[in-house]
C-alpha cells in the first residue's frame, strides 16, 4: 500500500461538546475524535486508519485549562503538554506530572500535543503501525508474535495474543497520582481511576483504553492525595528528544522521618497498561527509604517477566528504574 | 602560502535562498499542466508479478495513466531496474500511476490489484551463504561493482569449523595480500582475534529523492534531487533512453544524499517515462519518507572476522580481515573492499590479508554513505586496537601514533603511494586539544551509576581525484563565469572549489558569477560531488581552467599592446605588462578581443581532449567572452588520502545504558582549508553523524516477513540535537598537499567514522574494556552488558534490534 497521503474525510470543528458528542453518535464506527492531531495524523497519513468522519476537539474552550478544584485539580482533555509543563500549582503540588508531561516527545510535539491525546494514544508497536491486520487492527493473528520477531520494544508482562505496550509518559503519572478520567457520551458522565481507564488484550483487544467509539475523555482530575509528596519520574529512550520510553517509572511516596509511609509506583513500556507495582508498594510501606530497600524493590519488580525476542533487557532496567525511583527521589 | 581567497571565509550565494526558503528543491518546481505520478511499491521481499489488476485503478477520477516494467528500459543484472516484475525488496516500485491530483494518484495505486508469486527470500547474507540457502535473486547471491552475478555456496564444514559465534570463513569473492602474513603473526607479541557485526542504515536524507520532467523538442527536461551535475548526464540519459545532449537536467539545490544522490539513479526517470507516455506533458513524482527508506539506498552491513598480531609496543605487524558483506539484492556499492584499504592506510600493517565477499539479500538497495566501508571498519576495529593497547600496557594515542600513516605510508593490496598524510600530526594535535594526558586519568572514574570512558580513533577516506575539466569565462562585462560541474550536495564545496579560479586569476570575489546546477549554463565535465573528492578534484579544475584563462589573457595583450605574453601578469580585472605597467588592458576588453579573434579565445576552438559533455558546454558558451577550459593533467601520484581522528569523553549511565558524550575534539588531515567555515561545519556535521552510527542507526528486518522495521526519522533513531554535546573542539592540520594547486584535500567522510570510532573506544572504556564487537552499541547492550546479563542478540545475527 502506498502511504503518506491522507484519503479524504469529512472535517468536524464544533465548539462545545454536545455538538461533538451529536457528531460522533451520528458517525458511529466511522468517527474519529482528534485532539492535538499528532497521533492522528500519523495514522491518517500512512493511510492505516481511514475514518469518514474526523471531529476536531480543538475549537472547544471549554476543553482546555487547568483548574484548581477543591480536592485537587482538574486539567481539560485539551490542554497541551506546554501548558501542564508550565502550569505552577502543577510544578508545586503534582511535579510528578509535570516532569513526566515534560519528558514527552519534543517542545513542538508538546506544544501541539494534548494532555487527553497523550493517554489516548494508539501504541507504537512497529508491526500494527505498518498496518499489518493484526488482531489490534481487527486481524486474526500477531505479526509481533513469532519466534524470529523483533519484539526490542514489545511487552515484557501479560503479553495476550497481542504483545503490544503503552508508550505513554504521562499515563504512569496519572496512575500513581490516583487520577479521575472524566468520559463524556451520549448517555452522560463517568469517572474512572486512571488505573482502570488503561486496558490490556485481554479486556478488549482493539483498544488501549476503556474509551470506545463515541466517547470523549473531556478532563482528567487530580486529587490532593498525593499532593506534595517525593516523586520520582525517568524515562529512558533511545535519543534524548522525540522519542518513546523503552521503559519509563513513576513513582509517588510519602516520607516521614526517612521511612516510607506510602507509595504508589506505576512503570510504563513494559506492558499494554501502565503497570502498577503494588508488590513494591507493599514491600517499601513502613521501610526506611534507602538502597538496600530499593534493591528489593526492584529484584520484586521485574518477577513474572516473560521476555520476548531482543527485550530481555527490559527486565534489568525496570530493576534499576524501580530501585533509583526509591533510592534517589 | 599567502592567498587572497583560499583560506578565508565567505558566505556562498546560495546561503540566503536556503535560509529565507525561496531555494527550489526539485518538489518546489511547477509547470503548465503539471500532473502526478506515485509509484507502487513491492509488499513483498523477493516476488515475481504474475498479473496487474489497474480495472478499479482506471475509475478513479483524475486517473490518466499507469507505466509499468514492461514500457520501461531494463538492464542486465544486478543493476537496478526503473521498474520491475520481479521486485526483490519490500518497497521496490514494480508500477507507477499518473493522474490530474497527487491524491487520486495515491488513490489509483491503492486500488490496483497484483497477483504476486513469493519467491524464496533472505536477510541474512550467512544464511544465504549456507548450503542451499535462499539466494536474493533467482539466478545468484553474490555481486557487486565489477563483480558478476554469480552463486557461491560455502560448504557445511565452513560453518561447522567456525561453530555459532565466530564468523565461518569460505570460499571468498575477492582477496589481497602482502607481506609475510603467517610469519609475522609468529613474531607478533599479542595476537587478538574478534568476530564483529556493524549494522546497515539508511541514508535518512532530509529530501527525498522527488524528480519532475516534461519533453519539449525532442529533449527531456528534469529536475532532480542529487548530490552531482554534470557526472548524472551519460547514465541518467541512459535511464530515459535518449543520447546525452538530449537531456536537460537542473538540480540547483539538494537536501542532503550523504553518498546516496551520488550517481545517477533509475528511479529518477520514471517521470521521464510517464511524461513520454502523455506526450510531454510534465510529471511530478513525489517520494515519501517511508519510500526514500526503501529506495533511497542505504549503507551495507558487515559480517566480519578480524585477526591482528601486534609487537610489544603496540606496532601492527599483522592482520588478516575477513568481511561479509550485506549488500541488498542489486549492485550496490563496494564497503567490503574499502574496509582492507581503510586498515592498510590507517594501521599501516606490515602484513596484511584481506578477504571479502559481498553478499545479496532482499533487503532495501544499498549504495555508498558517508565513508562506505571505511567507517564501519573505524568503528568496529578501533575498540579492538584499544583492547590491544590495555593487554600491552600502552597509551590509547601511542599505540594510533606508532601506527599511523605519514608522508611514506603506502595503501591497499597493491601497496602504492599516498600523497601526503599527516595522521600523526592530527593524533599530537588533538591529544593536545583534549588535554589526553589529564583527561585518560578520569578513565573509570564512578559517580554513583554513571562511569567516566575516553577514547580515540582514526578514519580514512580517499580525498580526491584528477583528470577531469574545469571551464571559465570572462565575459565583456569583465566578470569571471566560473562553470562549475560539480554539484551542490549542500556542502558549498561547488563555491569554495570556484574560488581557486578566482585566485588563479587575482580576481576580486565579488566579480565572480558561479554559473552551475543547469546543462543549459554550459557546465563543464567533473566527478561527481561525492567520495569527499570535490575539494581537491574541482580547485584542480577550476585551476587549470583559469591557467588558460591567463594565458589567453596575456597572449591578446602581448598581440594588442606589444611584447611576448610572458611580459603580462593578471591581476584583479585586468592584464598587465610587469615592466610597464601604464600598459595594460581590462579584463572586459579583453574578453571583447577575445570574440572578435575567435578560435581558442573565445571557444569557438578548444583541446581535443576535453570530455564530450565539456566539448558541448564550451561550444554552447563560445563567442560570448574569454573562454579558459583545461583538462586537469596537473601531477598526482598515489592516493590522496583525507585521515581525520577524534577524542571523546563519555560518561556512561550503568543503570540506564545511556550514553553522555562530555567532550568531543576532531581534528582534520585534509591539506589546506579552502574555507574555513565551512570546514569546520563539515567536521562537526559528520561528527553527529558518527553518533548515529555508533549509539543507534540500524536497518530492522523481520526475517520472517522481510519488512523493515526502522522507517522514518522517528524509527530510524537519527541522533537530535540533545544527543549531541552542545560544542565541539575541531581543527585540521593545516600541512598541505603539494599535489593540488591550493594544497587541499577531502575532508567529508572520514569524520563520521572517527566520531563513531572514538564514542565506541569511549563506552568500551567505561565499562572496563568491555567488548561488544557491535555497531551501534545501544542502551539495551550496555545495560545487559553492566548487569553481567548475556546479549538478546548472537554475535552473528544481523538486522537486528
Given at each position: 500500500m502506498l502511504k503518506d497521503m491522507m484519503s479524504s474525510f469529512d472535517l468536524q470543528l464544533p465548539t462545545n461538546v454536545a455538538d461533538a458528542l451529536k457528531i460522533l453518535k451520528k458517525a458511529g464506527k466511522d468517527g474519529w475524535v482528534m485532539g492535538g492531531g499528532n497521533d492522528s495524523l500519523t495514522w491518517f497519513k500512512d493511510r492505516v486508519k481511514q475514518p469518514k468522519?474526523?471531529?476536531?476537539?480543538?475549537?472547544?474552550?471549554?476543553?482546555?485549562?487547568?483548574?484548581?478544584?477543591?480536592?485537587?485539580?482538574?486539567?481539560?482533555?485539551?490542554?497541551?503538554?506546554?501548558?501542564?509543563?508550565?502550569?505552577?500549582?502543577?510544578?508545586?503540588?503534582?511535579?510528578?506530572?509535570?516532569?513526566?508531561?515534560?519528558?514527552?516527545?519534543?517542545?513542538?510535539?508538546?506544544?501541539?500535543?494534548?494532555?487527553?491525546?497523550?493517554?489516548?494514544?494508539?501504541?507504537?508497536?512497529?508491526?500494527?503501525?505498518?498496518?499489518?491486520?493484526?488482531?489490534?487492527?481487527?486481524?486474526?493473528?500477531?505479526?509481533?508474535?513469532?519466534?524470529?520477531?523483533?519484539?526490542?520494544?514489545?511487552?515484557?508482562?501479560?503479553?495476550?495474543?497481542?504483545?503490544?505496550?503503552?508508550?505513554?509518559?504521562?499515563?504512569?503519572?496519572?496512575?500513581?497520582?490516583?487520577?479521575?478520567?472524566?468520559?463524556?457520551?451520549?448517555?452522560?458522565?463517568?469517572?474512572?481511576?486512571?488505573?482502570?481507564?488503561?486496558?490490556?488484550?485481554?479486556?478488549?483487544?482493539?483498544?488501549?483504553?476503556?474509551?470506545?467509539?463515541?466517547?470523549?475523555?473531556?478532563?482528567?482530575?487530580?486529587?490532593?492525595?498525593?499532593?506534595?509528596?517525593?516523586?520520582?519520574?525517568?524515562?529512558?529512550?533511545?535519543?534524548?528528544?522525540?522519542?518513546?520510553?523503552?521503559?519509563?517509572?513513576?513513582?509517588?511516596?510519602?516520607?516521614?522521618?526517612?521511612?516510607?509511609?506510602?507509595?504508589?509506583?506505576?512503570?510504563?513500556?513494559?506492558?499494554?497498561?501502565?503497570?502498577?507495582?503494588?508488590?513494591?508498594?507493599?514491600?517499601?510501606?513502613?521501610?526506611?527509604?534507602?538502597?538496600?530497600?530499593?534493591?528489593?524493590?526492584?529484584?520484586?519488580?521485574?518477577?513474572?517477566?516473560?521476555?520476548?525476542?531482543?527485550?530481555?533487557?527490559?527486565?534489568?532496567?525496570?530493576?534499576?528504574?524501580?530501585?533509583?525511583?526509591?533510592?534517589?527521589? | 602560502m599567502a592567498y587572497n581567497l583560499i583560506g578565508k571565509d565567505f558566505t556562498p550565494p546560495d546561503v540566503l535562498a536556503k535560509v529565507t526558503g525561496k531555494a527550489k528543491y526539485a518538489e518546489d518546481i511547477r509547470a503548465d499542466g503539471m500532473v502526478f505520478c506515485r509509484i507502487l511499491g513491492s509488499p513483498m521481499p523477493h516476488a515475481k508479478v504474475r498479473g496487474i489488476d489497474d480495472s478499479e485503478a482506471k475509475k478513479v477520477k483524475g486517473f490518466i495513466a499507469i507505466l509499468t516494467a514492461d514500457e520501461v528500459p531494463s538492464f542486465p543484472p544486478p543493476n537496478n531496474p526503473i521498474l520491475n516484475n520481479e521486485p526483490r525488496f519490500v518497497g521496490e516500485p514494480i508500477l507507477a500511476v499518473a493522474a490530474e491530483t497527487e491524491t487520486a494518484a495515491v488513490e489509483a495505486v491503492n486500488r490496483i490489484k497484483l497477483d504476486l508469486e513469493p519467491l524464496p527470500f533472505v536477510t541474512d547474507p550467512l544464511?544465504?551463504?549456507?548450503?542451499?540457502?535462499?539466494?536474493?535473486?533467482?539466478?545468484?547471491?553474490?555481486?557487486?561493482?565489477?563483480?558478476?552475478?554469480?552463486?557461491?555456496?560455502?560448504?557445511?564444514?565452513?560453518?561447522?569449523k567456525a561453530g555459532d559465534n565466530t564468523l565461518p570463513t569460505g570460499k571468498p569473492a575477492e582477496q589481497w595480500q602482502f607481506g609475510d602474513l603467517d610469519g609475522n603473526f609468529k613474531k607478533s607479541h599479542l595476537v587478538l582475534e574478534e568476530t564483529f557485526v556493524t549494522a546497515g542504515n539508511a541514508h535518512n536524507s532530509m529530501e527525498p529523492r522527488t524528480a519532475m520532467a516534461y519533453w519539449k523538442n525532442g529533449k527531456c527536461f528534469l529536475h532532480g534531487s542529487a548530490q552531482s551535475q554534470q557526472f548524472l548526464i551519460f547514465g541518467l540519459s541512459r535511464f530515459i533512453g535518449i543520447k546525452p545532449l538530449q537531456l536537460v537536467y537542473s538540480g540547483a539545490f539538494c537536501g542532503g544524499g550523504f553518498g546516496s544522490k551520488g550517481g545517477p539513479y533509475a528511479e529518477m526517470s520514471i517521470?521521464?517515462?510517464?511524461?513520454?507516455?502523455?506526450?510531454?506533458?510534465?510529471?511530478?513524482?513525489?517520494?515519501?519518507?517511508?519510500?526514500?527508506?526503501?529506495?533511497?539506498?542505504?549503507?551495507?552491513?558487515?559480517?566480519?572476522?578480524?585477526?591482528?598480531?601486534?609487537?610489544?609496543?603496540?606496532?601492527?605487524?599483522?592482520?588478516?580481515?575477513?568481511?561479509?558483506?550485506?549488500?541488498?539484492?542489486?549492485?550496490?556499492?563496494?564497503?567490503?573492499?574499502?574496509?582492507?584499504?581503510?586498515?592498510?592506510?590507517?594501521?599501516?600493517?606490515?602484513?596484511?590479508?584481506?578477504?571479502?565477499?559481498?553478499?545479496?539479500?532482499?533487503?532495501?538497495?544499498?549504495?555508498?554513505?558517508?565513508?562506505?566501508?571505511?567507517?564501519?571498519?573505524?568503528?568496529?576495529?578501533?575498540?579492538?586496537?584499544?583492547?590491544?593497547?590495555?593487554?600491552?600496557?600502552?597509551d590509547q594515542v601511542a599505540i594510533r601514533r606508532i601506527n599511523a600513516p605519514d608522508n611514506s605510508a603506502r595503501i591497499g593490496g597493491k601497496q602504492g603511494p599516498v600523497t601526503s598524510a599527516f595522521l600523526k600530526d592530527a593524533l599530537d594535535q588533538g591529544a593536545k586539544l583534549f588535554d589526553w594526558d589529564n583527561k585518560k586519568k578520569e578513565s573509570g572514574k564512578r559517580n554513583g551509576s554513571k562511569v567516566i570512558g575516553i577514547g580515540v580513533g582514526s578514519a580514512y577516506h580517499a580525498g580526491g581525484a584528477n583528470g577531469f575539466d574545469g571551464l571559465v569565462r570572462i565575459t565583456p562585462d569583465g566578470k569571471l563565469h566560473v562553470h562549475n560541474g560539480a554539484g551542490n550536495l549542500g556542502t558549498y564545496s561547488y563555491a569554495a572549489t570556484s574560488r581557486?579560479?578566482?585566485?588563479?586569476?587575482?580576481?576580486?570575489?565579488?566579480?565572480?558569477?558561479?554559473?552551475?546546477?543547469?546543462?543549459?549554463?554550459?557546465?563543464?565535465?567533473?566527478?561527481?560531488?561525492?567520495?569527499?573528492?570535490?575539494?581537491?578534484?574541482?580547485?584542480?579544475?577550476?585551476?587549470?581552467?583559469?591557467?588558460?584563462?591567463?594565458?589567453?589573457?596575456?597572449?591578446?595583450?602581448?598581440?594588442?599592446?606589444?611584447?611576448?605574453?610572458?611580459?603580462?601578469?593578471?591581476?584583479?580585472?585586468?592584464?598587465f605588462n610587469k615592466a610597464d605597467p601604464s600598459k595594460s588592458m581590462s579584463w572586459a576588453n579583453a574578453a571583447q578581443r577575445a570574440i572578435a579573434l575567435g578560435g581558442k579565445f573565445s571557444g569557438k576552438e578548444m583541446p581535443k581532449d576535453l570530455n564530450p559533455i565539456t566539448k558541448w558546454?564550451?561550444?554552447?558558451?563560445?563567442?560570448?567572452?574569454?573562454?579558459?577550459?583545461?583538462?586537469?593533467?596537473?601531477?598526482?601520484?598515489?592516493?590522496?588520502?583525507?585521515?581525520?581522528?577524534?577524542?571523546?569523553?563519555?560518561?556512561?549511565?550503568?543503570?540506564?545504558?545511556?550514553?553522555?558524550?562530555?567532550?568531543?575534539?576532531?581534528?582534520?588531515?585534509?591539506?589546506?582549508?579552502?574555507?574555513?567555515?565551512?570546514?569546520?561545519?563539515?567536521?562537526?556535521?559528520?561528527?553527529?553523524?558518527?553518533?548515529?552510527?555508533?549509539?543507534?542507526?540500524?536497518?530492522?528486518?523481520?526475517?520472517?516477513?522481510?519488512?523493515?522495521?526502522?522507517?522514518?526519522?522517528?524509527?530510524?533513531?537519527?541522533?537530535?540535537?540533545?544527543?549531541?554535546?552542545?560544542?565541539?573542539?575541531?581543527?585540521?592540520?593545516?600541512?598541505?598537499?603539494?599535489?593540488?594547486?591550493?594544497?587541499?584535500?577531502?575532508?567529508?567522510?572520514?569524520?563520521?567514522?572517527?566520531?563513531?570510532?572514538?564514542?565506541?573506544?569511549?563506552?568500551?572504556?567505561?565499562?572496563?574494556?568491555?567488548?561488544?564487537?557491535?555497531?551501534?552499541?545501544v542502551p539495551d547492550m550496555i545495560i545487559n552488558a553492566a548487569a553481567g546479563r548475556p546479549q538478546s542478540h548472537k554475535p552473528l545475527a544481523v538486522n537486528t534490534q
Open positions: 468522519t474526523v471531529v476536531d476537539l480543538s475549537g472547544i474552550s471549554a476543553l482546555k485549562g487547568i483548574r484548581v478544584t477543591a480536592d485537587g485539580v482538574e486539567i481539560g482533555a485539551l490542554t497541551t503538554l506546554t501548558e501542564v509543563v508550565g502550569n505552577a500549582t502543577i510544578k508545586s503540588k503534582f511535579a510528578l506530572l509535570a516532569d513526566a508531561a515534560g519528558q514527552v516527545a519534543s517542545p513542538q510535539i508538546r506544544n501541539t500535543g494534548t494532555i487527553g491525546g497523550n493517554v489516548a494514544q494508539d501504541t507504537r508497536c512497529w508491526y500494527y503501525r505498518g498496518g499489518l491486520p493484526c488482531y489490534r487492527a481487527g486481524g486474526n493473528t500477531c505479526f509481533a508474535d513469532t519466534p524470529s520477531a523483533m519484539n526490542r520494544e514489545h511487552t515484557i508482562f501479560n503479553a495476550d495474543r497481542c504483545v503490544a505496550v503503552s508508550n505513554s509518559d504521562i499515563a504512569p503519572a496519572l496512575v500513581a497520582l490516583d487520577a479521575k478520567m472524566v468520559i463524556q457520551n451520549s448517555g452522560g458522565t463517568a469517572v474512572v481511576d486512571a488505573e482502570k481507564f488503561f486496558i490490556g488484550p485481554a479486556v478488549d483487544i482493539t483498544r488501549m483504553t476503556v474509551l470506545k467509539s463515541g466517547d470523549i475523555l473531556t478532563a482528567i482530575r487530580i486529587p490532593n492525595t498525593w499532593a506534595g509528596a517525593t516523586f520520582y519520574f525517568e524515562k529512558v529512550a533511545d535519543r534524548n528528544v522525540w522519542d518513546f520510553p523503552l521503559v519509563n517509572v513513576a513513582a509517588a511516596m510519602k516520607v516521614a522521618g526517612g521511612t516510607i509511609q506510602d507509595m504508589r509506583i506505576v512503570v510504563g513500556a513494559v506492558e499494554a497498561v501502565p503497570k502498577r507495582l503494588r508488590v513494591v508498594e507493599d514491600l517499601v510501606k513502613g521501610q526506611k527509604k534507602g538502597a538496600d530497600v530499593a534493591k528489593l524493590a526492584g529484584k520484586a519488580a521485574s518477577r513474572g517477566a516473560k521476555p520476548l525476542n531482543f527485550n530481555h533487557f527490559k527486565i534489568p532496567l525496570i530493576e534499576n528504574l524501580v530501585t533509583r525511583a526509591i533510592r534517589d527521589a | 544464511e544465504s551463504l549456507f548450503p542451499r540457502g535462499p539466494d536474493a535473486r533467482t539466478n545468484g547471491n553474490v555481486a557487486n561493482v565489477r563483480l558478476k552475478l554469480q552463486q557461491i555456496k560455502w560448504t557445511a564444514a565452513d560453518f561447522a517521470p521521464a517515462h510517464m511524461s513520454k507516455k502523455l506526450g510531454g506533458r510534465a510529471v511530478m513524482m513525489r517520494i515519501s519518507r517511508e519510500e526514500e527508506h526503501y529506495i533511497g539506498k542505504g549503507r551495507p552491513g558487515f559480517q566480519g572476522k578480524v585477526k591482528i598480531g601486534f609487537r610489544r609496543d603496540g606496532r601492527i605487524l599483522a592482520c588478516d580481515m575477513y568481511i561479509v558483506h550485506e549488500n541488498g539484492p542489486n549492485t550496490g556499492f563496494w564497503d567490503f573492499r574499502n574496509a582492507g584499504t581503510s586498515f592498510s592506510i590507517v594501521f599501516q600493517p606490515e602484513a596484511m590479508r584481506w578477504q571479502g565477499i559481498s553478499v545479496l539479500t532482499n533487503t532495501s538497495v544499498r549504495g555508498p554513505q558517508r565513508g562506505p566501508g571505511e567507517n564501519q571498519t573505524a568503528a568496529a576495529m578501533e575498540p579492538i586496537i584499544a583492547q590491544a593497547a590495555r593487554k600491552l600496557g600502552l581557486a579560479a578566482a585566485e588563479a586569476l587575482g580576481a576580486k570575489w565579488d566579480n565572480v558569477i558561479i554559473e552551475r546546477g543547469d546543462t543549459r549554463k554550459g557546465l563543464p565535465f567533473v566527478l561527481g560531488q561525492f567520495g569527499s573528492n570535490s575539494t581537491y578534484t574541482q580547485t584542480r579544475t577550476n585551476w587549470v581552467a583559469a591557467l588558460d584563462a591567463k594565458a589567453k589573457l596575456q597572449e591578446i595583450a602581448a598581440m594588442d599592446l606589444g611584447g611576448a605574453a610572458g611580459d603580462y601578469d593578471v591581476t584583479d580585472s585586468k592584464v558546454a564550451t561550444a554552447s558558451i563560445a563567442g560570448t567572452g574569454l573562454i579558459g577550459v583545461a583538462k586537469d593533467k596537473l601531477p598526482k601520484k598515489g592516493v590522496v588520502p583525507a585521515l581525520v581522528t577524534a577524542f571523546v569523553k563519555v560518561e556512561v549511565d550503568t543503570e540506564t545504558g545511556k550514553v553522555e558524550v562530555l567532550d568531543h575534539v576532531e581534528v582534520a588531515d585534509c591539506g589546506t582549508a579552502v574555507h574555513p567555515q565551512s570546514l569546520a561545519t563539515q567536521i562537526k556535521g559528520g561528527a553527529v553523524m558518527g553518533y548515529g552510527l555508533a549509539l543507534g542507526e540500524r536497518y530492522i528486518y523481520d526475517p520472517k516477513l522481510g519488512i523493515s522495521g526502522s522507517i522514518g526519522f522517528h524509527n530510524a533513531k537519527v541522533p537530535t540535537i540533545l544527543d549531541i554535546p552542545s560544542e565541539m573542539t575541531v581543527a585540521h592540520v593545516g600541512k598541505p598537499d603539494t599535489s593540488n594547486p591550493v594544497g587541499a584535500k577531502g575532508v567529508g567522510e572520514p569524520v563520521q567514522g572517527a566520531s563513531a570510532a572514538a564514542i565506541l573506544v569511549a563506552i568500551s572504556d567505561a565499562l572496563g574494556g568491555h567488548m561488544f564487537n557491535r555497531v551501534p552499541v
